[in-house]
C-alpha cells in the first residue's frame, strides 16, 4: 500500500530533525569551519544529494539551528507577551534561562562559539537584533520602575551578567553552582531571599 501525505512529512520531519542533531553535534563538538556537509550526511548515514533537498548550504543549516535557540530564549522573555515584566515574569524568564542552558548544553555551546565569530554570527544577527533591542527596552523599563538610577545602564550590565553566567555554565556545567547562582541573581534584582 503507498504511503499516505501524512507518512510522507513524517518521515520528512524525522529525517529534518536528524540532519540538524548531527549538524548541531558536530558544529559545537569540532566547530563549524571544521565540519563539511559531507560530514554530516556521513554521520546522519544520509547522502549528500539527499541533505540538499532539506537545506541549500551549510549556512542555511546553521541559521536554523541558530534560530532554533533563538526562539526558545524569545519565548521564556515576557511570559504574557504584552510588552511589560512583572516582578512574576521576571522570575520565570531567570528560573527558564538556566534551565533553558542546562537542557541544552551543546546548543549554547555551538552559540557561544558562533558568537564570537562576527563573519558567521552576523548571519543570523538579524533575528538576534530584533529581540536584544525589544529585551532591553522591557529590562531598562523594568529597572526604572525599580527606581534604579541608571535603569539603561542596568540593563546592560543585567544581560553582561547573564551572558557571563550562561557562558561560565556552558563551559564547565559540572562544577558550575547553578542553584546558588540563580537564587543570587533573584535576590539582587527582585529582593527576594527565600527564593526556592
Not at 524569545?74 to 531567570?94: C, P, R, S
Not at 544577527?125 to 535603569?151: G, N, S, W
Request: proline share 3%; glycine share 4%; aromatic share 14%.
Amino acid at each position: 500500500m503507498p504511503r499516505t501525505e501524512e507518512q510522507f512529512e513524517e518521515i520528512r520531519e524525522k529525517r529534518k530533525k536528524l540532519i540538524l542533531e548531527t549538524a548541531l553535534e558536530l558544529f559545537a563538538n569540532e566547530g563549524y569551519h571544521n565540519t563539511s556537509i559531507s560530514r554530516i550526511a556521513n554521520e546522519a548515514k544520509i547522502s549528500k544529494g539527499l541533505l540538499y533537498n532539506y537545506f541549500k548550504s551549510k549556512e542555511e543549516l546553521l541559521n536554523e539551528i541558530l534560530s532554533f535557540g533563538i526562539d526558545e530564549f524569545v519565548n521564556v522573555f515576557d511570559q504574557n507577551k504584552d510588552g511589560n515584566l512583572t516582578d512574576a515574569e521576571m522570575i520565570y524568564f531567570i528560573d527558564r534561562i538556566f534551565e533553558i542552558l542546562q537542557n541544552n548544553q551543546k546548543y549554547w555551546k555551538l552559540y557561544f562559539a558562533i558568537a564570537t565569530q562576527p563573519t558567521i554570527f552576523e548571519k543570523v544577527l538579524e533575528k538576534v537584533q530584533e529581540f536584544i533591542e525589544e529585551y532591553f527596552r522591557m529590562m531598562t523599563a523594568f529597572f526604572y520602575h525599580k527606581d534604579i538610577e541608571d535603569p539603561e545602564a542596568e540593563a546592560y550590565l543585567f544581560g553582561a551578567l547573564m551572558d557571563g553566567i550562561s557562558m561560565n555554565f556552558v563551559m564547565n556545567p559540572m562544577g558550575f553552582p547553578v542553584e546558588k547562582v540563580k537564587k543570587l541573581i533573584i535576590n539582587k534584582y527582585l529582593n527576594i531571599k527565600n527564593f526556592e
